[in-house]
């Protein structure tokens, strides 16, 4: 499973591994475990955030796993709902408060609106927020700084006002549903694309194409959908709670061919 070791170089020149063990809907009473899990059979990049409610039981494994934690990326997510940009830095430090960390690797604004109130115009709030993200990121307890759920317009308003490129745009990408628009404007501008749901929560382990290229293969489901992240050039953050499939989903080292991907860039999602 040598790819859980390989990395993307971000803008910042930082290191990050090319496959995240996601942690979204992870209660914290039950993070522990698959964190422990995750770590100990190779992954070595994380993905909480505040909302999860999980972030003290990920820091609890990280620190207990006694890898150094330097060889650990860490990524957290300021709220969607703080908007305030003098709420910023004392949200921060909550979250690597209670993560029981010094810095965080990577650190994003979880989307560009409350997500009571998805698809608002909130742009001033959001450069005024990123604004204070770049002084976390100037003070190095955050090693980059970047989004997730922005799309073209909202990165747009980011670069054009900000200091600083972000660093990555986590987005809800998986076969049948990878945004090309976003990818593409996220691409052109040295933002790394994270693949969140690359599994589509669950919902494209049934599929019928996607089954049969993965019999072609002797894979999963999942292991196709997760290598298909990685041939174009993405981050998947898959997410398991079971340590057979914590295992399966790092072991993606092979390659799908062609006219399989050809294939697979044609299905559509539900």
């Not at 330097?70 to 979250?95: G, R, W």
Request: proline content about 4%.
């Amino acid at each position: 499973m040598a790819i859980v070791t390989e990395t993307y170089t971000l803008n910042t020149g930082a290191k990050i591994h090319k496959i995240g063990f996601g942690t979204w809907q992870i209660p914290n009473g039950e993070a522990h475990d698959p964190v422990r899990i995750a770590l100990n059979v190779g992954y070595r990049h994380i993905d909480t955030a505040r909302v999860y409610g999980n972030e003290a039981n990920v820091g609890k494994a990280i620190k207990e796993s006694r890898i150094a934690r330097e060889d650990i990326f860490l990524t957290t997510k300021l709220p969607a709902d703080v908007k305030d940009a003098s709420k910023v830095e004392e949200t921060f430090e909550k979250s690597i408060s209670t993560l029981g960390v010094d810095y965080v690797d990577l650190y994003l604004i979880h989307a560009p609106w409350p997500w009571q109130e998805r698809g608002a115009d909130y742009t001033k709030e959001n450069i005024e927020v990123w604004q204070e993200m770049e002084k976390i990121y100037e003070s190095g307890r955050a090693k980059a700084i970047g989004v997730s759920n922005f799309d073209v317009d909202d990165l747009k308003a980011i670069l054009s006002h900000g200091k600083i490129v972000p660093a990555a745009n986590q987005i809800r990408w998986f076969i049948g549903s990878t945004q090309p628009e976003v990818t593409k404007f996220s691409k052109e501008n040295g933002i790394l694309v994270e693949a969140y749901s690359p599994l589509a929560t669950g919902r494209i382990l049934d599929h019928p194409d996607i089954k049969q290229i993965a019999d072609k293969y002797h894979k999963t489901v999942a292991q196709i959908s997760i290598r298909y992240c990685l041939q174009h050039d993405t981050l998947p953050l898959p997410k398991s709670t079971h340590e057979e499939y914590i295992i399966q989903n790092a072991d993606v080292d092979f390659e799908i061919n062609e006219e399989d991907m050809a294939r697979l860039d044609l299905l559509e999602s539900d």
